[in-house]
């Protein structure tokens, strides 16, 4: 089986990276901060600057939107105070790029495997080309 995967560049995915409110303190949070994204699957990337912090994905069951997703890390209770939770809560500013399913399916070409499976080879790749801090120890 041949499988091709178009990475996106670091500067496509901070260009396309959206301001993320990560709940301090009990701050209060909402999916809504994520606007069209929040009911949607992909990969995510949680970026501060130019530096790419940690890549994730969503799809059905255990992962859930990225609303649900997200909701489960930037937040201290729901995180169970993760070394995530506390790597986004560390930087000044946090953004997050979405690229949906949709997306993923065009830019990973492998027949015969599910948008699963297409989701985690994509992540993988991400993970592999920019070897974000995030996911080098147990907040993978």
Known sequence: MRIAIKVPTRNDILHRAQDIA???DG??????CLGRFADMNGVYV???????LYV???TRGNYGTFGERLS????KKASGDSSLYRLLCSQRKVTTAF???PEVEKRTLAKGLSREDLAILFERA???VFKPSGNSG???
């Open 27 to 32: 701050e209060p949070w909402s999916k809504e």
């Open 46 to 52: 949680h970026c501060s600057g130019k530096k790419i």
């Open 126 to 128: 991400l993970i592999a």
């Open 72 to 75: 489960r890390e930037l937040q």
């Open 56 to 58: 994730g994905k969503t």
């Open 22 to 24: 990560v709940s301090r």
């Open 99 to 101: 690229i949906p399913l």
């Open 138 to 140: 147990p907040a993978a």
